[in-house]
C-alpha cells in the first residue's frame, strides 16, 4: 500500500528529526589529519586537512594547513582513513512486498511502491556509508516523492537516480510495464521519461527487435538503457546499443557450447532452478566466456553483478548472514513476505542447494575476468529483494567480490569512481577532490589493506553534514 511521505513524516516524528550532529550546511567544517584513500593509485596519502563548505569540498591540502582550519568546526581524525561516499547501483529503494492477489477472477502478481519502507531504506543506506543510488526499476512518482523530500530536507537519505517500472512482454504492477509493439515501446519510454525517468530499464522477456527498440527510443530521449538479460546473449545486446547490464546471470543457451546447450535445454526446469543449471553447462574460460569478455572490452557496458543477491539464495536453506541482517535491518514488512513465501529460491530441495553451491567458483571465476576488463564495473546490490537488507548488504557485495579474487582496489572504484561516471555525476561525486560534493566515508581502518574495513565506519558525511556513530545508529534505529 502506497503511504505519502509527507503523511508519514506528519504522523512519525522519529522520521523528522535529523540526527544529533546534522549540521547547517552553511558552516565550514575542516576533517583533519585523515589519510585519504587513492584506490586508482593503490596507496593511502599522508595527513590531509579537508574543508568543506556547505555542500561541497572547497580545500584539500596538507594536515593543519591554516587555510584549511580558518573559522571551521574542526574534526580531529588522526589516524583514520576518508574515502567518497558509497554507491549503490541496484537498490529498489521504494519497493514494497511481493503480493499476489485476485483481481476479475485470475490471480495477479503485484510489488507495489510504499514510502515507509522507502524511508527506512534511505536511513539505513546513509548509516553504512551509502550516499547515492540508482533504482533500475521502481514507480517513478514513488521516486518523485522522494526527491522532493530530500530536496525539501525532510528526509536524511541518498541521492537516487531511478528507472521506472522494468519494460517487458507482460505487466506486473509496481514494478514491469509490457511493451509489445516497436510503437508501444516508443510510447511508454516517452511516458517514463516525462515522469522523470532517468534510465531506462529493459526485461528479459523482449524480443531481440523490441530490445532494440527499447534501446533507440531511450537513446532518442537522451536516456541510457539497462537491461536484466536471459534469452539474449549479452554481446548481442551490446551490439545493439545497450549502455548497462545488471546480474551475473547471463543464462542465455546462445552461449553455451553446442553440446552443453542440447542437455541443457533437455533437462532445465526453468525460473530460478536456471540460476545454477545453466552455470553447470558454462566453461567460464571457455570460447563462450572469452566472447562475453571480449564484448565488455571492447562496448565498456556498466554493470553491475549483484553476487550478494544470488549468493544470499544459495545458502538460503541455512541461517546465513544474510538472513541475520534481514532481520537487523529490512523493513518488517519485507522481512515477512521472504519468510513467508517470496525468495529466489521457491520450491528448491536440499539437493538443489547443494547444486547451487557447488557451482560458485564459476560465477567467482566469471566476476574476476570481467572486472578486469575496461567496463564501467559498478556494484549493486539488488535491496529490497530477499534477504537483501539496505546497505549492509553493499559490504556483503564487496567481500564477495573479494573472496572471488577482484583486487581490492578495483572494488573500492567500482563502489565509488567507476558509478559516479556511469551516472553522468562523475565531475561532482566520487572522489575526494575540491569542487565535489561532500559525500564521504570515514573508516577506522584502511581498506586497502582488507575489504572488510569498509564496514569499520566512523563518521559519513552526507550533503556537508558531519554524522557521527550517535547519529548512524539513531539512522539504523538502534
Same mark, same amino acid.
Given at each position: 500500500?502506497?503511504? $505519502?511521505?509527507?503523511?508519514?513524516?506528519?504522523?512519525?516524528?522519529? &522520521?523528522?528529526?535529523? @540526527?544529533?550532529?546534522?549540521? @547547517?550546511?552553511?558552516?565550514?567544517?575542516?576533517?583533519?589529519?585523515?589519510?585519504?584513500?587513492?584506490?586508482?593509485?593503490? /596507496?593511502?596519502?599522508?595527513?590531509?586537512?579537508?574543508?568543506?563548505?556547505?555542500?561541497?569540498?572547497?580545500?584539500?591540502?596538507?594536515?593543519? %594547513?591554516? +587555510?584549511?582550519?580558518?573559522?571551521?568546526? &574542526?574534526?580531529?581524525?588522526?589516524?583514520?582513513?576518508?574515502?567518497?561516499?558509497?554507491?549503490?547501483? /541496484?537498490?529498489?529503494?521504494?519497493?514494497?512486498?511481493?503480493?499476489?492477489?485476485?483481481?476479475?477472477?485470475?490471480?495477479?502478481?503485484?510489488?507495489?511502491?510504499? !514510502?515507509?519502507?522507502?524511508?527506512?531504506?534511505?536511513?539505513?543506506?546513509?548509516?553504512?556509508?551509502?550516499?547515492?543510488?540508482?533504482? $533500475?526499476?521502481?514507480?517513478?512518482?514513488?521516486?518523485?516523492?522522494?526527491?522532493?523530500?530530500?530536496?525539501?530536507?525532510?528526509?536524511?537519505?541518498?541521492?537516487?537516480?531511478?528507472?521506472?517500472?522494468?519494460?517487458?512482454?507482460?505487466?506486473?504492477?509496481?514494478?514491469?510495464?509490457?511493451?509489445?509493439?516497436?510503437?508501444?515501446?516508443?510510447?511508454?519510454?516517452?511516458?517514463?521519461?516525462?515522469?522523470?525517468?532517468?534510465?531506462?530499464?529493459?526485461?528479459?522477456?523482449?524480443? @531481440? %527487435?523490441?530490445?532494440?527498440?527499447?534501446?533507440?527510443?531511450?537513446?532518442?530521449?537522451?536516456?541510457?538503457?539497462?537491461?536484466?538479460?536471459?534469452?539474449?546473449?549479452?554481446? *548481442?545486446?551490446?551490439?545493439?546499443?545497450?549502455?548497462?547490464?545488471?546480474?551475473?546471470?547471463?543464462?542465455?543457451?546462445?552461449? &553455451?557450447?553446442?553440446?552443453?546447450?542440447?542437455?541443457?535445454? #533437455?533437462? +532445465?526446469?526453468?525460473?530460478?532452478?536456471?540460476?545454477?543449471?545453466?552455470?553447470?553447462?558454462? !566453461?567460464? %574460460?571457455?570460447?563462450?566466456?572469452?566472447?562475453?569478455?571480449?564484448?565488455?572490452?571492447?562496448?565498456?557496458?556498466?554493470?553491475?553483478?549483484?553476487?550478494?543477491?544470488? /549468493?544470499?539464495?544459495?545458502?538460503? *536453506?541455512?541461517?546465513?548472514?544474510?538472513?541475520?541482517?534481514?532481520?537487523?535491518?529490512?523493513?518488517?514488512?519485507?522481512?515477512?513476505?521472504?519468510?513467508?513465501?517470496?525468495?529466489?529460491?521457491?520450491?528448491?530441495? $536440499?539437493?538443489?542447494?547443494?547444486?547451487?553451491?557447488?557451482?560458485? $567458483?564459476?560465477?567467482?571465476?566469471?566476476?574476476?575476468?570481467?572486472?578486469?576488463?575496461?567496463?564501467?564495473?559498478?556494484? #549493486?546490490?539488488?535491496?529490497?529483494?530477499?534477504?537483501? +537488507?539496505?546497505?549492509?548488504?553493499?559490504?556483503?557485495?564487496?567481500?564477495?567480490?573479494?573472496?572471488?579474487?577482484?583486487?581490492?582496489?578495483?572494488?573500492?572504484?567500482?563502489?565509488?569512481?567507476?558509478?559516479?561516471?556511469?551516472?553522468?555525476?562523475?565531475?561532482?561525486?566520487?572522489?575526494?577532490? +575540491? #569542487?565535489?560534493?561532500?559525500?564521504?566515508?570515514?573508516?577506522?581502518?584502511?581498506?586497502?589493506?582488507?575489504?572488510?574495513?569498509?564496514?569499520?565506519? /566512523?563518521?559519513?558525511?552526507? !550533503?556537508?553534514?558531519?554524522? *557521527?556513530?550517535?547519529?548512524?545508529?539513531?539512522?539504523?534505529?538502534?
Amino acid at each position: 500500500m502506497r503511504r $505519502p511521505i509527507l503523511a508519514t513524516l506528519l504522523f512519525s516524528s522519529t &522520521l523528522l528529526a535529523a @540526527p544529533a550532529d546534522a549540521r @547547517p550546511a552553511g558552516n565550514a567544517l575542516a576533517l583533519d589529519n585523515v589519510h585519504i584513500i587513492e584506490a586508482e593509485h593503490e /596507496h593511502v596519502t599522508a595527513p590531509k586537512c579537508v574543508r568543506v563548505e556547505g555542500r561541497r569540498l572547497v580545500r584539500v591540502a596538507n594536515a593543519g %594547513d591554516k +587555510a584549511c582550519l580558518r573559522d571551521a568546526r &574542526l574534526i580531529d581524525l588522526h589516524g583514520r582513513y576518508l574515502m567518497p561516499g558509497l554507491i549503490d547501483m /541496484h537498490a529498489h529503494l521504494t519497493l514494497g512486498p511481493m503480493e499476489i492477489k485476485r483481481e476479475r477472477g485470475r490471480m495477479v502478481m503485484q510489488a507495489q511502491a510504499d !514510502d515507509d519502507i522507502a524511508i527506512h531504506n534511505a536511513r539505513r543506506l546513509v548509516a553504512f556509508g551509502v550516499t547515492t543510488l540508482r533504482n $533500475p526499476g521502481g514507480d517513478l512518482p514513488a521516486a518523485a516523492r522522494y526527491k522532493a523530500a530530500i530536496a525539501r530536507g525532510e528526509l536524511v537519505g541518498p541521492e537516487a537516480f531511478d528507472a521506472g517500472p522494468v519494460i517487458n512482454n507482460a505487466d506486473l504492477p509496481g514494478l514491469a510495464i509490457a511493451a509489445r509493439t516497436t510503437q508501444e515501446m516508443e510510447r511508454v519510454v516517452e511516458a517514463q521519461v516525462e515522469a522523470g525517468a532517468d534510465w531506462i530499464k529493459l526485461y528479459t522477456g523482449l524480443s @531481440p %527487435d523490441l530490445l532494440k527498440a527499447g534501446i533507440d527510443a531511450a537513446h532518442s530521449h537522451g536516456r541510457p538503457a539497462v537491461a536484466h538479460l536471459e534469452g539474449i546473449a549479452w554481446p *548481442d545486446a551490446l551490439e545493439l546499443g545497450l549502455d548497462g547490464i545488471v546480474h551475473l546471470m547471463p543464462l542465455s543457451p546462445d552461449l &553455451l557450447a553446442v553440446e552443453q546447450r542440447a542437455a541443457w535445454q #533437455g533437462t +532445465a526446469r526453468g525460473g530460478t532452478y536456471s540460476f545454477f543449471e545453466w552455470w553447470e553447462h558454462f !566453461d567460464p %574460460d571457455g570460447p563462450e566466456a572469452n566472447r562475453v569478455v571480449a564484448a565488455f572490452q571492447r562496448h565498456r557496458p556498466v554493470f553491475d553483478a549483484t553476487l550478494v543477491a544470488f /549468493h544470499a539464495a544459495f545458502v538460503q *536453506d541455512q541461517d546465513s548472514a544474510y538472513k541475520a541482517d534481514a532481520r537487523d535491518h529490512a523493513h518488517p514488512r519485507l522481512l515477512a513476505n521472504w519468510n513467508d513465501w517470496f525468495t529466489f529460491a521457491i520450491g528448491w530441495q $536440499p539437493e538443489d542447494f547443494v547444486r547451487a553451491r557447488a557451482i560458485w $567458483p564459476k560465477v567467482q571465476r566469471m566476476a574476476v575476468r570481467l572486472h578486469a576488463t575496461d567496463a564501467r564495473m559498478t556494484l #549493486g546490490t539488488d535491496m529490497s529483494n530477499p534477504w537483501i +537488507a539496505p546497505g549492509i548488504s553493499l559490504h556483503r557485495e564487496m567481500q564477495l567480490l573479494a573472496d572471488a579474487g577482484v583486487p581490492v582496489p578495483r572494488i573500492l572504484l567500482a563502489a565509488t569512481r567507476n558509478p559516479a561516471e556511469a551516472l553522468g555525476a562523475g565531475k561532482r561525486l566520487g572522489r575526494v577532490v +575540491a #569542487g565535489y560534493e561532500a559525500d564521504l566515508l570515514v573508516l577506522d581502518a584502511n581498506p586497502l589493506d582488507d575489504i572488510g574495513h569498509t564496514r569499520d565506519i /566512523h563518521a559519513v558525511v552526507l !550533503d556537508g553534514r558531519f554524522l *557521527d556513530q550517535e547519529a548512524l545508529d539513531q539512522l539504523k534505529g538502534e
